[in-house]
């Protein structure tokens, strides 16, 4: 024991380490459950802010791009109305145009600055203004549908126990709205309040899928107007329905799992020449910076931006998969 020797200092930043761990997970715990109750209090809030049921219907409606009546933008844009309601993003028609100006205007002085060329700097700005705005809203659908078919077996089972214990379907509906987060709750909570409003349950729920645009929410959707046109045991319906829709979930993570091979070499194909002529530029400025000027050459850097994109769209149709 008396050969064994302890350093100070080893000791000390052990203990330094160990505090900042535990300091960053207590933060990373506090804001994750600060995040949540937000989400889930998110209608609420709304409720606490209007006077009365058809108020709230006509605000919630509002906030997710539809008209006081509840129905999507028509027309050539009609893709763009489907893709800001299924982002699920509060729409405020201000204050997404000054983001827009702002990415625009971003995008534009930043290729400007680059190439100092004014019509890069306007390609920069469309780029700014318009493809952004564009793979923000994709993206943030994209992300809430995934959520929405995690969530709805939960939320259909807690109908079914709702509706074995004697309650209502509006009853049963509306405590999905309550109960669970978002984004099902606030879907569920909508369709609750516009039962309320007036509405059947078979209207109310063709409305919550087409603001979700998420297969299993049409499934769902299906049954409920299957039943209620033909009759049965809804219950059994739902709970048959919950069941299809956790083994498609399983489905698609077997399909994701199994296409992850291609995705990361579609990932590494694309990579490794803008990476490769990175480290060119960097290691030797005037290996292309002789001969960037020549036609050639730039046609040649074309075509190649062009194959490679060509190259990602059949690898994309290679390995996606749906059900």
């Known amino acids: 024991m008396s050969g064994i020797s302890i350093d100070a200092k080893f000791v000390v930043m052990v203990m330094v380490f160990a505090a900042v761990f535990a300091g960053v997970q207590g933060l990373v715990g506090v804001f994750s459950v600060a995040t949540q109750k937000r989400q889930m209090n998110r209608r609420l809030k709304t409720f606490e802010k209007v006077e009365g049921i058809s108020a709230l219907v006509i605000e919630l409606r509002k906030q997710r791009g539809l008209t006081a009546a509840g129905r999507r933008g028509n027309g050539r844009l009609q893709w763009l109305s489907?893709?800001?309601?299924?982002?699920?993003?509060?729409?405020?028609?201000?204050?997404?145009?000054?983001?827009?100006?702002?990415?625009?205007?971003?995008?534009?002085?930043?290729?400007?600055?680059i190439s100092h060329n004014?019509?890069?700097?306007?390609?920069?700005?469309?780029?700014?203004?318009?493809?952004?705005?564009?793979?923000?809203?994709?993206?943030?659908?994209?992300?809430?549908?995934?959520?929405?078919g995690f969530q709805l077996p939960q939320a259909l089972d807690i109908i079914v126990r709702s509706l074995e214990a004697g309650h209502p379907v509006p009853a049963a509906v509306a405590l999905v709205g309550r109960e669970m987060p978002d984004p099902i709750g606030s879907e569920f909570g909508m369709a609750a309040d516009e039962i309320a409003y007036g509405a059947t349950l078979?209207?109310?729920?063709?409305?919550?899928?087409?603001?979700?645009?998420?297969?299993?929410?049409d499934l769902f959707a299906a049954t409920v107007r299957l039943q209620e046109r033909t009759g049965g045991n809804l219950t059994g319906l739902l709970k048959l329905n919950a069941n299809t829709v956790r083994e498609r979930h399983k489905m698609r993570l077997k399909i994701k799992a199994a296409s992850s091979e291609g995705r990361a070499s579609?990932?590494?194909?694309?990579?490794?020449?803008?990476?490769?002529?990175?480290?060119?530029?960097?290691?030797?400025?005037?290996?292309?910076?002789?001969?960037?000027?020549d036609p050639i050459v730039k046609y040649g850097l074309a075509g190649l931006g062009f194959w490679i994109f060509l190259g990602n769209l059949i690898m994309r149709r290679m390995i996606d998969m749906r059900l």
């Open 202 to 217: 078979e209207q109310a729920i063709e409305r919550m899928s087409e603001r979700c645009q998420h297969p299993d929410i």
């Open 82 to 113: 489907d893709m800001i309601i299924a982002s699920g993003l509060p729409y405020d028609p201000r204050r997404w145009a000054a983001y827009i100006a702002g990415a625009a205007m971003l995008g534009g002085l930043g290729a400007w600055a």
């Open 266 to 293: 579609a990932m590494i194909l694309t990579a490794a020449p803008f990476i490769a002529l990175g480290a060119i530029v960097m290691i030797s400025p005037r290996f292309y910076g002789d001969v960037i000027d």
């Open 118 to 148: 004014v019509f890069v700097g306007l390609a920069g700005a469309l780029v700014g203004g318009i493809a952004t705005p564009l793979g923000v809203l994709k993206f943030a659908a994209g992300r809430r549908s995934a959520a929405l």
